[in-house]
């Protein structure tokens, strides 16, 4: 850095204001303590506070993201499992109640396409598509596919 030519390079001098804003309470939700802030801008008693809140309101954003998550993740288990175990006694439709056994989460899914030799919808889970077999009887196929599109 260039400090002898005047006007490059140079950082501006630190002026601490003198002028003396009101105490505000600290914006962290379970702080709360008053304090006298030095910046108008200031909005937390200390820096330490600044950063748990934001890393906070992020983790209350990305909580529904995380929950779907875990609900993908959780039907995937569930059709590798009731699929392998359908090969294993080679059959191909299951009942609903075997999917209520699991807790699975209709309506989770990662995309639908149609099976175009029935007309229906499958509700794939990443490479695991879930297909209703017979409404009536409410059984269902599970898929299984190699590409993700
Ligand atoms: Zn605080």
């Not at 934001?54 to 993908?72: A, I, M």
């Not at 995309?111 to 175009?116: G, L, M, R, Y």
């Not at 794939?124 to 599970?142: A, M, P, Q, R, S």
Request: hydrophobic residues 30%.
């Amino acid at each position: 850095m260039i400090n002898n030519l005047e006007g490059v390079c140079r950082k501006p001098k630190l002026r601490p204001s003198k002028r003396v804003y009101p105490p505000r309470k600290c914006k962290k939700p379970d702080c709360g303590l008053m304090f006298t802030p030095t910046d108008k801008r200031q909005e937390f008693c200390m820096p330490q506070h600044r950063i748990d809140h934001n890393n906070d309101l992020r983790t209350v954003r990305e909580q529904p993201l995380k929950e779907f998550g875990k609900k993908l993740a959780h039907n995937l288990e569930v059709l590798k499992k009731i699929h392998s175990s359908l090969a294993a006694i080679g059959q191909t439709s299951f009942r609903l109640q075997l999917l209520q056994y699991e807790i699975y989460n209709f309506g989770s899914f990662t995309d639908k396409t149609i099976n175009k030799d029935t007309g229906n919808e499958i509700e794939w889970i990443y490479n695991y598509g879930l297909e209703v077999k017979d409404h009536d009887k409410k059984t269902f196929i599970i898929h299984f596919r190699k590409s993700i599109n």
